[in-house]
């Protein structure tokens, strides 16, 4: 369900909650009457009826009101009437169903199927599975059974389940990789192979891309952002078995990161994120203009990674980078394998840290120059209102707010 649709129909449950309320009020003050025979005066009387949860004991007379009593154990009344006598409840729940709601004095007792199985004919049957090559259309309730639905082109389900809906193939060339099967109704893509030699790299979010990724993150002011985000971003939805991974494989920040990253290449081609590319490429152009020309040693890169807060980048991991990555790249490389290890960590705070303790590390004095002028650049005015402006405009028209009045 969408999310203003979300909105509505919770907006529309607690006004219709709010006028039960009302309406109950109302009868409570001003009771509902009946027409009785008052055999001592001969006249018609308007007398209260009784309210739910108990019973008529005593028509009213013209010198005394209705007298109602409680419905005794096991029986109940639910609604304002004229009977002399209460409803017995139900007796237990039939097999495979268990007590939804236990009866009072104003509710009968409510069986419901277990789950997984849904009423049909006084019996609870199990949901049906949607085979491969179907995915779920409508989740099976405690009254209905599960809808399913052959997958269209361009999505799949391999499994049989009454929960999974269909999802959409892999983007093989969104991840860098080449096609090498194309799927079907119950499989999907087969991807294999690097496309981009800068793959073998593999920096796996730019600095650019997390201070974009950070200002998109207000973490402290909801603790479901995460949902809240998936709902919101257009395009492509990440499907609900790639946000569990995510929830498995990584801390709450690095969770965000993973999800934005993930949601940038399944839509690339989207016009919204091809602007966000663009101007994240301009800014990754401005820092290496910055640090990419540091070109430093085994030594020098091993100092600064000491210097950074928190969990450290090992001598191995500096090794593997100066192997596999280019030197303009080696010092990116090696903050994107600090900010994972150090997940919650803003690795731009992380750099200014370092920078208190290079000192001690004889570290040249062109290269912490360069890093204070990225971060500055990236903490400066104009990318943050950049940063703004991409986020606001990529969810402002998903996320609606529904105002209505119950007047």
Not at 40 to 47: A, I, K, S, V, Y
Not at 149 to 162: A, H, L, Q
Not at 220 to 227: A, I, R, V
Not at 343 to 360: C, E, F, R, V
């Amino acid at each position: 369900m969408v999310p203003w649709l979300r909105a509505l129909t919770t907006t529309m449950l607690i006004c219709h909650c709010f006028l039960d309320i009302i309406k109950w009020s109302i009868q409570e003050v001003f009771p509902p009457k009946y027409l009785h025979y008052d055999p001592e005066t001969g006249r018609q009387l308007m007398c209260d009826k009784c309210s739910p949860g108990t019973y008529l004991k005593q028509h009213c007379t013209a010198r005394r009101k209705t007298l109602c009593l409680p419905c005794p154990d096991r029986s109940y009344t639910d609604s304002w009437h004229t009977s002399d006598e209460c409803l017995y409840c139900s007796p237990v729940c039939k097999e495979l169903q268990y007590v939804k709601q236990e009866c009072n004095g104003t509710h009968n007792r409510v069986c419901e199927c277990e789950e997984g199985r849904y009423l049909e004919l006084e019996f609870c049957l199990k949901h049906k599975h949607c085979a491969p090559g179907f995915g779920v259309l409508q989740a099976g309730t405690p009254e209905r059974n599960t809808v399913c639905k052959r997958c269209p082109d361009g999505f799949f389900s391999n499994e049989t389940s009454s929960k999974a809906p269909c999802r959409k193939h892999t983007n093989c060339s969104a991840l860098g990789l080449l096609l090498t099967q194309k799927g079907n109704a119950s499989h999907d893509n087969t991807c294999s192979g690097n496309r981009e030699s800068t793959q073998k790299c593999g920096i796996d979010i730019t600095l650019c891309e997390e201070a974009f990724f950070r200002f998109a993150v207000p973490t402290k002011f909801t603790p479901n952002w995460l949902s809240v985000l998936v709902d919101s971003l257009p395009g492509t939805k990440v499907n609900s078995e790639s946000i569990e991974r995510i929830k498995r494989r990584h801390s709450s920040q690095e969770q965000t990161f993973q999800l934005l990253k993930l949601w940038k290449h399944q839509n690339k081609d989207q016009d919204m994120v091809k602007r966000i590319i663009q101007d994240i490429d301009l800014c990754e152009n401005s820092v290496q203009r910055h640090i990419g020309h540091a070109n430093l040693t085994f030594e020098q890169l091993q100092s600064l990674m000491e210097s950074l807060p928190g969990k450290k980048v090992g001598t191995e991991d500096i090794e593997r980078t100066r192997k596999t990555c280019q030197s303009s790249e080696q010092l990116l490389k090696l903050l994107s394998l600090w900010r994972i290890k150090n997940g919650d960590q803003d690795t731009l705070k992380g750099l200014m840290h370092a920078l208190k303790h290079l000192k001690t590390y004889h570290f040249p004095k062109t290269v912490t120059h360069s890093l204070r002028k990225t971060i500055r650049f990236l903490h400066s005015f104009t990318m943050y209102r950049l940063y703004q402006k991409l986020f606001l405009e990529m969810i402002g028209n998903q996320v609606h707010s529904v105002k209505i009045s119950c007047l």
